[in-house]
């Protein structure tokens, strides 16, 4: 492993393919890379939200699914291991009810933002939306692991609470849905100024 840390171009991949971690290779275009690749960038989002969280709880949280993640990309290079348990989804049911039970009762559709660490929070949700949705296209296929699909489907309900949690932290609002609104309209008296650097019209 440490030579293999320590180089980090090979050249082997220069065909389209990559090794899996039984050394065998696929397209990278494959459903099980596209798998992987999925898991990659959902845990690099959470790493973005980890720069917006000012809880040492929350921190920590996020940590630990970054390392759960980063076993479930293991898992799905090594098609015949499995590393996500029960115990890992059941762990982040408890940590989901707990921040859960700070919150107010949802009584509407909550729009993604709010803030700009809420915001980062809800593409982290939708990236793990996508990435669940892959593994269901890789299961029709081939074996996936049925815990692996449960974790990142409970991810995402923990994200979306986590998004909440940051909406309002600072004094911030979470946007609403409004079924019944008025779509906003320009002001009469607001001319927009000229732009003294615009080319003359033809």
């Given amino acids: ?9 090979t050249r ?5 393919t990559t090794a899996l971690g039984d050394g065998s290779r696929i397209d990278k275009d494959s459903l099980r890379i596209e798998a992987c690749g999925t898991v990659d960038e959902l845990n690099s989002m959470i790493g973005l939200v980890l720069t917006q969280a000012t809880s040492e ?3 920590a949280c996020l940590v630990e699914v970054q390392q759960t993640l980063f076993d479930l990309g293991g898992e799905l290079s090594l098609p015949a291991q499995t590393l996500i348990q029960r115990p890992q989804t059941e762990w982040l049911e408890l940590w989901l009810n707990h921040f859960n039970g700070q919150l107010p009762p949802l009584k509407d559709f909550v729009l993604p ?9 809800h593409v982290a949700r ?3 939306r996508r990435a669940e949705r892959r593994l269901v296209t890789l299961a029709r296929t081939e074996a996936v692991n049925p815990e692996s699909l449960a974790y990142l489907n409970r991810l995402s309900d923990f994200l979306f609470v986590i998004g909440r949690m940051l909406a309002r932290m600072g004094g911030h609002h979470e946007p609403i849905w409004q079924r019944d609104r008025e779509p906003p309209l320009p002001r009469v008296d607001s001319a927009v100024p000229p732009c003294h650097n615009a080319p003359p019209l033809r």
């Fill in 126 to 128: 939708t990236v793990c």
């Fill in 12 to 16: 082997t991949g220069d065909d389209g």
């Fill in 1 to 9: 492993m440490g030579n293999r840390l320590t180089r980090i171009y």
């Fill in 57 to 59: 709880e929350l921190r």
């Fill in 113 to 121: 933002g709010g803030s700009l660490p809420a915001a980062y929070c």
